[in-house]
């Protein structure tokens, strides 16, 4: 996660922070670095294949929360990988890898 971050980082030139939904750091405490740091507007994106429960119900009530504690940070939940168009090219990628070994 920490590399894809990175890499997502280079490309857009913008912060870039991990947040784990059980893990260390927490979503809310990655957000609260981020505040510390400066950041007026923060975008979190789920790193997420299915739109389950955690999707559904507990980043948004982390996302609420971190709202509440900073009135004057917009802080906006992106949508999941989950139905994104692209995860067809990977699975067909990694099903013709395997195939040509």
């Not at 507007?41 to 979190?44: P, V």
């Given at each position: 996660m920490e590399r894809l971050a990175e890499s997502v980082q280079a490309a857009l030139g913008r912060?870039?922070?991990?947040?784990?939904?059980?893990?260390?750091?927490?979503v809310e405490e990655a957000a609260e670095k981020c505040v510390a740091e400066g950041a007026t507007?923060?975008?979190?994106v789920p790193y997420f294949l299915t739109a389950g429960v955690h999707v559904r119900k507990d980043l948004p009530e982390i996302v609420?929360?971190?709202a509440e504690a900073h009135?004057?940070?917009?802080?906006?939940?992106g949508k999941p990988l989950?139905?994104?168009?692209?995860?067809?090219?990977?699975?067909?990628?990694?099903?013709?890898?395997?195939?040509?070994?």
């Open positions: 912060r870039t922070v991990v947040g784990y939904l059980f893990g260390s750091p927490g507007r923060l975008l979190i609420e929360r971190i009135p004057d940070v917009e802080v906006r939940l989950a139905g994104h168009p692209l995860l067809k090219n990977i699975l067909v990628s990694r099903v013709l890898e395997m195939n040509m070994s």
